[in-house]
């Protein structure tokens, strides 16, 4: 597709579970970003890729928390032992170059919606 | 570590009057990237404009323009001619020419009345 896409849009799970988002960027961007939102508030770092490698881990909130990338590609982030305050929406963004351009634009997905009863 | 302000968490404009977004932030680098951002409620960000720190003219997209005061570490937006399409979240964004992440600030809300 065009932009980056994320699955799925909306996820509900009970606490203690664990939940797997997904994000395609777009083809070609070396570099993908993970952000949390929460309601009303700004955009929350949480890891960075260059190509497979992750680079910048510092801002996974803890340890139940943790991403891959597989051919430079498809990320997905993994909550595990999901915790009422892991609600949220959770965005993936991807540049062409990341870190060697900083100046690069960041396209964003639509994110997914996480909530958790 | 840098820092990010939004003073103003929610604005209003009426439309095709013009508004400013102010942004204030934190940092003892020297080159950096300034970014706003929107997001309208569809959840989709779209960059609006960026400014290189060493660069001091200020940037321009159409009727968007910013106003990068450096020393102040100040960098405002503003929305001339605003129509009800530009109601939407508001962020600015800031990025080192060393790290590999952005910080956001908490946006600010434009609402655009008819």
């Known amino acids: 597709g065009a932009g980056v896409s994320q699955s799925p849009s909306n996820k509900v799970t009970e606490k203690g579970k664990d939940v797997e988002l997904r994000c395609d960027p777009i083809?070609?961007?070396?570099?993908l970003y993970w952000y949390r939102q929460s309601l009303g508030q700004g955009l929350e770092f949480l890891i960075y890729f260059q190509g497979n490698s992750a680079p910048d881990k510092s801002g996974l909130p803890s340890d139940r928390f943790s991403a891959e990338r597989t051919g430079g590609s498809v990320s997905t982030l993994t909550i595990q032992r999901t915790q009422q305050e892991d609600s949220a929406v959770y965005l993936c963004a991807s540049s062409l170059a990341g870190g060697t351009t900083p100046g690069d634009e960041q396209f964003f997905g639509p994110g997914t919606r996480l909530t958790v009863l | 570590a840098q820092t990010v302000t939004q003073s103003q968490p929610e604005m209003s404009v009426q439309e095709a009057e013009t508004v400013t977004l102010s942004c204030t932030y934190d940092?003892?680098?020297?080159?950096?990237?300034l970014f706003w951002y929107k997001q309208p409620p569809s959840r989709q960000m779209i960059l609006v404009i960026r400014q290189e720190a060493y660069k001091q003219q200020n940037a321009t997209e159409n009727r968007f323009s910013v106003n990068f005061q450096k020393a102040a570490k100040s960098f405002s937006l503003k929305i001339s001619d605003s129509q009800l399409g530009d109601a939407a979240m508001y962020f600015c964004?800031?990025?080192?020419?060393?790290?590999?992440?952005?910080?956001f600030g908490p946006g600010t809300r434009l609402s655009v009345l008819p």
């Open positions: 940092t003892s680098e020297s080159d950096y990237y």
């Open positions: 964004a800031y990025r080192s020419v060393y790290g590999q992440n952005f910080v």
């Open positions: 083809s070609g961007h070396t570099a």
